[in-house]
């Protein structure tokens, strides 16, 4: 059965980092474009990053753009998620997501028609 199971969330300062990991399992990823989704109390899932099967291109939401790295560890069949400078607005939380399109189709895709997703991790970054 595939998975894809996500950790590292957790409660952060205003100003600090955390690093969350998403393990892909039951079957191999890595033709797979995988990202990160995020949502916050409230409101719409958002995008936030993905990255192609081969991790030569990479997107980010405007928001994270700078302060977001996304990484893909193929041996593993795992990607992570870099967050510096964390905001209180970054609070959500935040899902891993696997599809078989480009990383610019996953950006545009507003989340719908994703093969595969995890049950997400929470982040909480207070002021």
């Known amino acids: 059965q595939e998975q894809l199971v996500e950790s590292g969330g957790g409660l952060v300062q205003a100003g600090g980092s955390l690093r969350l990991d998403c393990a892909a399992s039951?079957?191999?990823?890595?033709?797979?474009?995988m990202g990160w989704f995020r949502q916050a109390p409230g409101k719409e899932r958002e995008f936030v990053a993905s990255?192609?099967?081969?991790?030569?291109?990479?997107n980010y939401a405007d928001s994270v753009n700078g302060r977001f790295t996304i990484s893909r560890d193929m041996a593993r069949n795992s990607i992570a998620l870099q967050m510096n400078s964390l905001k209180p607005e970054d609070t959500a939380v935040y899902y891993c997501a696997a599809d078989s399109g480009t990383a610019r189709f996953m950006a545009e895709s507003r989340g719908r028609g994703m093969d595969y997703w995890g049950k997400g991790t929470l982040v909480t970054v207070s002021s």
């Open positions: 039951g079957r191999t990823f890595s033709r797979y474009t």
């Open positions: 990255i192609n099967w081969s991790g030569g291109s990479t």
